[in-house]
């Protein structure tokens, strides 16, 4: 059975929790990915973050959920860089796990930020590398 999220909040102080996508299909599939170990990084508009969404800290770990709310996996940031969103390179666009080329990664990710924050070609995003700690899946 896993632990519950107050256990793993104990298990990880300091521990942020967030969920990957913006529903629960994309959710899915990204847990998916990171399990598969071909998702090692994300990204997520900076606005996003200065309104009031947790923000990554190189060292940190923190608790990616389920769609439902329930814990399903734990990571640790391991890199940012702070960018504009036409400066991701190749190397950035593949360590996310979910698309192919750079090219698939700037429609699926401009469709994404349309969907939820607004779309600018230089909007600000972090981007995170991360590694999987703990499965809990």
């Not at 996996?73 to 796990?97: H, K």
């Amino acid at each position: 059975m896993s632990p519950d999220l107050e256990t793993l909040k104990h298990r990880y102080p300091g521990a942020e929790t967030f969920t990957f996508g913006d529903n629960r299909t994309l959710c899915d599939t990204l847990l998916a990915l990171v399990r598969a170990g071909r998702k090692v990084a994300t990204c997520g508009a900076l606005a996003e973050f200065q309104a009031g969404e947790a923000t990554p800290e190189v060292g940190r770990c923190d608790i990616a959920l389920n769609w439902d709310g329930t814990p399903a996996l734990v990571i640790e940031t391991i890199e940012l860089i702070r960018c504009r969103f036409d400066e991701v390179s190749e190397a950035m666009a593949l360590a996310e796990g979910e698309d192919d080329s750079l090219e698939g990664w700037r429609e699926g990710h401009r469709a994404y930020f349309e969907r939820t924050c607004g779309f600018t070609p230089d909007m600000q995003i972090i981007w995170e590398r991360f590694r999987l700690v703990e499965d809990l899946g």
